[in-house]
């Protein structure tokens, strides 16, 4: 399998979150912001943003001086034999969060030895999850899910998950001609979500962003019943705005 080389927005966010976190791991008794942005590099107001981030996430933490200190999320993270289960926990509260401020189901999904696989799922009574009346792995072509996936892809890649998974369709707005959904994959801007109207199942609408973490294939995504369409695109942007802290949680 191979990757289109473009690298997205929450990929570099990520790569400026580690550099502080490396910077305030060195200094075990606090340090200031203007020694972290004087170390890293980052200008003052992209390292404000950043640590208001690091500290809601509780990687970091402010003391009484104004310094900064590693946070109690960084230090269970680190902590051996439970660091999985341990990252497991800290993503599925990071999506109960963005679940809360988005109010959508949120999904985090991977594309894993050729096939689909959605990792975890925040969902509740008042925002349910999406009904998989058709198996996400059969069904890339029209969810926003595998499409957001297949765009990480070369063509080479496409084609032989197309190959074993056949376009087929699923409701009348579904694209079924490879060479459609292929122009389609092709002019999705990086930082745009990517949409699905009801291309998956009718009554459902979602929404899906890229996470890049290292040479894996990933997307954060999200789902709302017909009836809150009109919040669809104000709840992608929201989305691909906190994609950063989840792709941490998978860079540590």
């Given at each position: 399998m191979a990757l289109k080389p473009e690298p997205k927005a929450p990929f570099h966010s990520v790569q400026y979150a580690l550099r502080v976190l490396e910077t305030v791991s060195?200094?075990?008794?606090?340090?200031?912001?203007?020694?972290?942005?004087?170390?890293?590099?980052?200008?003052?107001?992209?390292?404000?943003s950043l640590l208001l981030?690091?500290?809601r996430e509780g990687y970091v933490e402010q003391v009484a001086d104004g310094a900064y200190v590693v946070g109690d999320s960084l230090v269970l993270l680190g902590s051996g034999s439970t660091r999985r289960e341990a990252l497991q926990v800290?993503?599925?509260?990071?999506?109960?969060?963005?679940?809360?401020?988005?109010?959508?189901?949120?999904?985090?999904?991977?594309?894993?030895?050729?096939?689909?696989?959605?990792?975890?799922?925040?969902?509740?009574?008042?925002?349910?999850?999406?009904?998989?009346?058709?198996?996400?792995?059969?069904?890339?072509?029209?969810?926003?899910?595998?499409?957001?996936?297949?765009t990480q892809l070369d063509q080479?890649?496409?084609?032989?998950?197309?190959?074993?998974?056949?376009?087929?369709?699923?409701?009348?707005?579904?694209?079924?001609?490879?060479?459609v959904l292929f122009s389609t994959?092709?002019?999705?801007?990086?930082?745009?979500?990517?949409?699905?109207?009801?291309?998956?199942?009718?009554?459902?609408?979602?929404a899906a962003v890229p996470l890049t973490a290292g040479s894996s294939v990933g997307c954060l995504a999200l789902s709302?019943?017909?009836?809150?369409?009109?919040?669809l695109r104000s709840a992608a942007d929201t989305l691909n705005r906190r994609a950063a802290p989840v792709v941490l949680s998978l860079a540590l």
């Open positions: 060195r200094h075990g008794s606090g340090v200031t912001d203007v020694q972290i942005a004087r170390e890293t590099g980052l200008p003052t107001a992209h390292l404000t981030m690091l500290r800290k993503l599925q509260q990071t999506l109960d969060q963005l679940r809360d401020t988005v109010g959508a189901a949120i999904y985090i999904s991977r594309y894993i030895d050729g096939e689909i696989k959605v990792m975890q799922v925040a969902d509740g009574p008042r925002t349910p999850k999406v009904n998989e009346w058709v198996d996400f792995r059969s069904a890339a072509h029209a969810s926003a899910i595998g499409k957001c996936l297949l080479n890649g496409r084609r032989d998950h197309l190959s074993r998974h056949k376009t087929a369709r699923l409701t009348s707005k579904t694209i079924t001609s490879e060479r994959l092709d002019s999705q801007p990086a930082t745009v979500p990517v949409l699905d109207l009801q291309e998956y199942a009718v009554g459902t609408v979602c709302l019943p017909l009836e809150h369409a009109h919040r």
